[in-house]
């Protein structure tokens, strides 16, 4: 029987990370999960506000966990490391500090109800690794991916700060083990909880340009074919800005980046055209078809 | 560089710091760990425990006027290894709120090349002018 979850989807899923969600609902759907999305839901605000002396940078966040709430659901899930740091980190906040819940729902009074704290956040991988398990995903694979090796980044947002970590903080090894179950050979990546420069890609692209060689030289080093990630900002940095990484530094060698959804669709025999390899701007189909993935 | 000249007043900007932050600058016994791990801090002109050093002898503006809240990534690695368990990330974000809150805007719509913001990921977009703008 299908199990219907309710999900956050965040602004960037529905646009230029769309072959994310479209992949993490073939994903699912191969485990009976059917994400369903959140009814009403608002821009999480993307980074969570670190003042302590405001509360309006945590009432977005909080107005969705409402929404969760408003349904009777329990749970929510999110697929973007961003979307699920603000929630989780909000409703930490809340749950810690009972004061400030009060002011956001007094801020919130034109909701039919209030918030209390009883959501629960999770990510993606949480629901494969604890839900799902390892070995299930394992029974699932029809194309194992044998002949490439994958490093996996995880940036920040995952896994900081430690109260809302969804694996050791230093040294995270989930999609690491995700992808020992499809069948491919994964190297250690050193770089993988370094930030990829996040935000900074708008004002300053030099200095993402320069993490993303860094980070592409890194899994090059360690002997990856491919990095996957679970955020659609390291995903944009680390794919779109290695086109500055290769004016700034000319011995930059290129690197696919991939979600790890995608990865995981192709391992369960989905047909190349449902897996979303269009908008990349490294395309890894040379790779994939080389290695006879494809 | 010119001399520090310390005031009671600069303390008071020291309490505003803590205050918005929710930490005690005081708390810091420079060991550098937070500069050690910062992947920002090639590019600051004042590295975290530096700043943390300025902050604690009243050279608020020092900080506030050098590029460093504004190339912190917010990455969170100087706040979970901090062994005094100060978190500097939120430091960062209160040398960029007392600038923000006199309505200074570190960037804007308008100075975005088109191109940019046709390609940019919304949550860049969000993220980058929550940070930085009022």
């Known amino acids: 029987m299908t199990v219907k979850i309710p999900y956050y989807p965040g602004c960037t899923l529905k646009s230029t990370a769309k072959n994310f969600e479209d992949t993490a609902r073939l994903v699912a759907g191969i485990f009976d999960y059917e994400l369903d999305d959140l009814y009403r839901w608002n821009c999480c605000g993307a980074v969570y506000g670190l003042s302590e002396d405001n509360v309006m940078h945590k009432v977005a966040p909080v107005r969705n966990l409402l929404r969760v709430k408003e349904v009777g659901e329990k749970r929510v899930l999110t697929l973007c490391s961003m979307c699920f740091n603000t929630l989780k980190r909000a409703n930490y906040y809340v749950r810690k500090n009972k004061d400030k819940l009060e002011v956001i729902n007094a801020i919130m009074y034109l909701e039919n109800t209030t918030y209390d704290g009883s959501v629960e956040v999770i990510h993606l991988l949480e629901l494969l690794r604890d839900e799902i398990g390892f070995s299930r995903i394992k029974k699932a694979v029809k194309k194992p991916l044998e002949g490439i090796t994958v490093a996996a980044y995880y940036g920040c947002l995952l896994l900081r700060p430690g109260e809302i970590a969804i694996d050791n903080m230093e040294q995270p090894t989930v999609m690491e083990d995700l992808m020992e179950a499809l069948g491919a050979k994964v190297v250690d990546l050193n770089v993988k909880t370094e930030c990829c420069g996040a935000y900074q890609t708008v004002a300053r692209k030099d200095i993402v340009a320069d993490r993303t060689n860094l980070i592409v030289e890194e899994a090059h080093k360690m002997g990856a074919d491919v990095l996957i990630t679970s955020c659609p900002l390291c995903h944009f940095n680390l794919d779109r800005r290695q086109k500055d990484a290769k004016e700034r530094h000319p011995d930059f060698k290129p690197m696919p980046i991939l979600y790890f959804t995608q990865l995981m669709a192709l391992a369960f025999g989905f047909s190349e055209d449902k897996l979303g390899f269009d908008p990349h701007y490294v395309d890894p189909r040379p790779l994939l078809k080389e290695r006879g993935l494809l | ?134």
């Open chain 2, 1 to 134: 560089m010119g001399v520090l000249k310390l005031t009671p007043e600069k303390f008071k900007e020291v309490d505003l710091i803590n205050r918005i932050s929710g930490q005690n600058v005081y708390d810091c016994y420079q060991c550098g760990r937070c500069t050690s791990g910062c992947p920002s801090a090639d590019e600051m002109e004042i590295v975290p425990s530096q700043t943390m050093r300025f902050l604690q002898i009243g050279a608020v503006d020092k900080v506030v006027e050098s590029n460093t809240p504004w190339v912190c990534l917010a990455c969170l690695i100087c706040s979970v290894r901090c062994p005094k368990g100060i978190d500097i990330a939120a430091i960062m974000e209160a040398l960029r709120l007392v600038k923000l809150r006199r309505n200074y805007d570190f960037i804007h719509p308008n100075r975005i090349p088109e191109e940019d913001l046709e390609e940019l990921p919304p949550i860049a977009l969000v993220a980058a002018f929550r940070k930085m703008t009022p």
